[in-house]
């Protein structure tokens, strides 16, 4: 059974800054691509990292210089540390196995003074 468990958000004021980490479970987690989306009220959903098996890095436009993707195989972990917040980063954000396409529950972030 895969589960992808996200853990780390919560309410920040704008210019702080949250460490998500997705816990993996039932993938050959250091095989497999990951990513983080994110889905704001009203909006779109739509990815705002990935890191591939080798450590290749990927980000959108909008959080460049501001967050980093990082993985740790040993604990089949995979973490979004995001820096200098904006109010646009509210969002519900998702743990993702890009590779297979599994998706966590979810983590509420709120940036907000």
């Known amino acids: 059974q895969v589960q992808l468990v996200e853990s780390g958000g919560g309410l920040v004021q704008p210019g702080g800054s949250l460490r998500l980490s997705c816990a993996a479970s039932g993938i050959i987690f250091s095989l497999n691509s990951m990513a983080w989306y994110r889905q704001a009220p009203g909006k779109e959903r739509e990815s705002v990292a990935r890191?591939?098996?080798?450590?290749?890095?990927w980000y959108l436009e909008a959080v460049k210089g501001r967050f980093t993707i990082s993985r740790d195989n040993g604990k089949s972990t995979v973490y979004l540390q995001m820096n200098s917040l904006k109010p646009e980063d509210t969002a519900v954000y998702y743990c993702?196995?890009?590779?297979?396409?599994?998706w966590g529950q979810g983590t509420q972030v709120t940036v907000s003074s």
């Open positions: 890191i591939t098996s080798g450590g290749t890095t």
């Open positions: 993702v196995d890009w590779t297979s396409n599994y």
